[in-house]
């Protein structure tokens, strides 16, 4: 195998040692294992390259990734190495043809890991992660990458289109005869954790921008290149925040249900999907749920395990359940527009941000009706959050284009229902809609596409004619009164 444009000499300072399969959650890879003549012991992560590949053969997606025991292995928030090379993982093999080259010695910008700990403790009095090596008397970065080009051209790869948003990084792959043909941000969530980490990266190391404004661009309705709530969230605001558009999520157990039977829900789903909950909303114009689900918790329901704007607070409500001194009728955080049956005794001295809307009659709420009366009010981005019973109601009348279910690995056996959908008798008849999933903590998100042409708008434009004319997955049936539920309480534990 010609070793051009990567040197000879290069190529002899590894061996090649092992190469094998890694199934894992992204995908079966292969991994070939390296040894350099410093006895440092390397790894790639591949997929779709083969040593009898063609000369011509496509730049793969590369990530050349530096070890960190701290964050790859342990989870550490301090940087965003771990989360890093997760989704380079299931970029590469979503790609399908691309490699992670895993590169050892390289802990703490190549210090050390004991050294590492000790910068951990100058961060730890206020020293940023630049000066706290140069401190130690290390190199601000100590790194090389002459090994992973030396395994790169070993597996006869000589041009890559480069995960990283270090331009150093492919600035030194470039002085070592690798052909970069394009680089590609890899962004993750900024976490509160490794905020002036990150910072410092940018201000002091070069790194891109962008790793810190994928959020607000989605926020903006603008997606970003690339990046892990690129990947989650992107779809949900291409074309500049496209409208109409009606979101559902659910967190649940395992054996599907939202709350145990006492009507305990604290809590079914981790902080992580509490995270992503609060990331629907604020993509949002308005989050409806059902008066149980806000008596039971007092839930909020505004945007604050990340920044955005909180959306208007819809509480279903014909039969006058709400308690009075609930948050959502009295913090005045944001708009809330109570909907009542026409027989409910509201009030008087309602603070300024609750909007008393009189529905037609005490019975059921149909989820179409209820979609054209806030898009008469020009809220067109819903999300339909709780109880199940509410949720289910809109699934089954066929008025929600994305699903999200929050599955958590806990077996209650017997409580408040989550998801329910009619049944069928034949399994050729079950609903199979497209969907994906993401690991968030220990819990499992899959999304649900349950209608496509999602965007498009309605027929009538904002005035809302036109939802009822999309069909529904079964029998369309109202919104459950608050009052049918008769054994337990129907609670969402993600309403808070």
């Known amino acids: 195998m010609s070793m051009d444009p990567v040197s000879e000499d290069r190529f002899a300072m590894i061996e090649r040692m092992a190469d094998t399969v890694l199934p894992t959650r992204h ?20 997929v779709g390259i083969h ?7 496509p730049a793969p997606l590369v990530r050349v990734h530096s070890e960190c025991l701290t964050g790859d292995a342990l989870g550490s928030r301090r940087c965003d190495c771990g989360e890093q090379l997760q989704h380079a993982l299931h970029l590469i093999a979503q790609e399908g043809r691309g490699a992670v080259v895993y590169v050892r010695g390289h802990e703490g910008r190549g210090i050390g890991l004991a050294e590492k700990l000790r910068a951990y403790e100058l961060q730890d009095a206020g020293v940023d992660t630049v000066d706290a090596n140069l401190r130690l008397g290390h190199p601000a970065d100590a790194r090389t990458y002459d090994q992973s080009a ?5 597996l006869g790869v000589r041009s890559v289109r480069l995960l990283s948003s270090n331009p150093a990084k492919e600035q030194a792959l470039t002085g070592l005869g690798i052909t970069i043909e394009e680089r590609r941000p890899l962004i993750v969530p900024t976490r509160p954790e490794n905020q002036r980490y990150l910072e410092t990266k940018r201000e002091r190391m070069g790194h891109d921008r962008d790793a810190l404004d994928e959020w607000e661009l989605l926020r903006a309705g603008r997606v970003p290149s690339d990046g892990v709530l690129a990947d989650r969230y992107g779809p949900l605001v291409a074309g500049g925040r496209p409208e109409p558009l009606v979101l559902a999520q659910l967190g649940q157990s395992i054996d599907g249900f939202i709350a145990s039977r006492t009507g305990d829900a604290e809590y079914v789903t ?40 909180n959306p208007v607070r819809v509480v279903l409500d014909p039969r006058g359940v709400l308690p009075r001194d609930t948050a959502t009728l009295t913090d005045g955080a944001a708009r809330t527009l109570w909907v009542v049956g026409p027989k409910v005794a509201v009030p008087d001295g309602l603070a300024d941000h609750v909007e008393v809307v009189r529905w037609e009659d005490d019975g059921p709420m149909a989820p179409h009706q ?19 019973r509410l949720v289910s109601a809109f699934v089954e009348a066929g008025a929600v284009d994305r699903l999200f279910l929050t599955t958590a690995p806990v077996l209650i056996g017997d409580g408040v229902p989550g998801l329910r959908v009619g049944g069928t008798d034949r399994l050729a008849d079950a609903l199979r809609p497209a969907a994906r999933r993401w690991v968030l903590g220990e819990d499992v998100v899959t999304e649900f596409v349950l209608r496509d042409g999602a965007t498009n708008a309605p027929e009538g434009g904002a005035t809302g004619r036109g939802w009822a004319s999309r069909p529904p997955l079964r029998s369309v049936g109202p919104v459950p009164a608050e009052d049918e539920q008769v054994h337990v309480v129907d609670q969402d534990p993600q309403g808070a």
């Not at 390296?34 to 992560?45: A, I, L, Q």
């Not at 040593?51 to 053969?57: G, I, K, M, T, Y």
């Not at 209820?370 to 199940?388: C, H």
């Open 150 to 154: 030396a395994m790169l051209a070993d």
């Open 270 to 309: 981790g902080d992580a999907d509490r995270e992503h909950l609060h990331r629907l909303r604020a993509l949002v114009d308005a989050v409806v749920v059902g008066a149980a689900t806000v008596a039971a918790d007092d839930a909020r329901l505004t945007v604050r395990a990340v920044p955005g704007d």
């Open 27 to 46: 995908g079966t890879f292969r991994m070939t294992a390296y040894r350099d003549d410093t006895g440092e012991e390397h790894v790639v992560v591949s």
């Open 51 to 57: 040593d009898d590949d063609p000369v011509d053969a």
């Open 370 to 388: 209820v979609l054209e009366l806030l898009a008469a009010r020009g809220l067109t981005r819903v999300l339909v959050e709780g109880g199940g």
